[in-house]
């Protein structure tokens, strides 16, 4: 054994009350789901009750937690709509002055299409989504993120392109001078 183990940490079968409901160390709530439902019993059954709109389900433990995590993506009272993509955003000042967190959800397509318009602002070569260095920094910002390829990007620029052109034709028609 080694010398930071206590054995007295362990509760015994006898130490285990009606409080705790057969809880033991090993057994505690791991998933990420259980910070958006209370475990209760009711009625001898273990149920799981959404926090967010009070459903309850079945919260027996040899029944897993992916039942919990399709209600959390269809709940509608939940706030955010992917709870593996939340990201804590520190430091964003309010207007007294004082620090907020908050948190953001990551969204590829967003991040394709700035990609695309730094290269355009920048007039980098279409090749530097392919130099190691970029997508190594590129992945140390945002580790989801999916480098696509020069013709992507290409597609992509053109489309920004057609875009803008369209936006302006309208603008110069609407214009009656």
């Not at 433990?61 to 509608?76: A, I, V, W």
């Not at 990551?106 to 299409?113: E, G, K, P, Y």
């Not at 007039?123 to 190594?136: C, G, M, N, R, W």
Request: proline fraction near 3%.
């Amino acid at each position: 054994m080694s010398p930071s183990f206590q054995e007295s940490s362990i509760p015994t079968s006898s130490q285990l009350n009606d409080s705790n409901e057969g809880y033991t160390t090993s057994s505690k709530l791991k998933s990420i789901v259980w910070e958006h439902f209370t475990k209760e019993k009711i009625n001898n059954e273990w149920k799981a009750t959404c926090n967010h709109c009070k459903k309850k389900l079945n919260g027996d433990s040899k029944n897993g937690t992916s039942h919990l995590r399709e209600h959390l993506r269809r709940c509608n009272k939940k706030g955010q709509v992917d709870i593996r993509q939340q990201v804590l955003l520190a430091n964003v000042k309010k207007s007294d002055g004082q620090v907020a967190l908050k948190t953001a959800s990551f969204n590829q397509d967003v991040s394709r299409r700035d990609l695309s318009k730094l290269i355009v602002m920048h007039e980098y070569p279409l090749s530097t989504v392919d130099h190691a260095q970029f997508i190594k920094y590129c992945s140390s910002l945002q580790p989801l993120f999916e480098m696509p390829s020069r013709s992507t990007i290409k597609r992509d620029i053109l489309k920004i392109f057609k875009e803008g052109k369209m936006k302006t034709m309208s603008n110069l028609e609407a214009n009656e001078g």
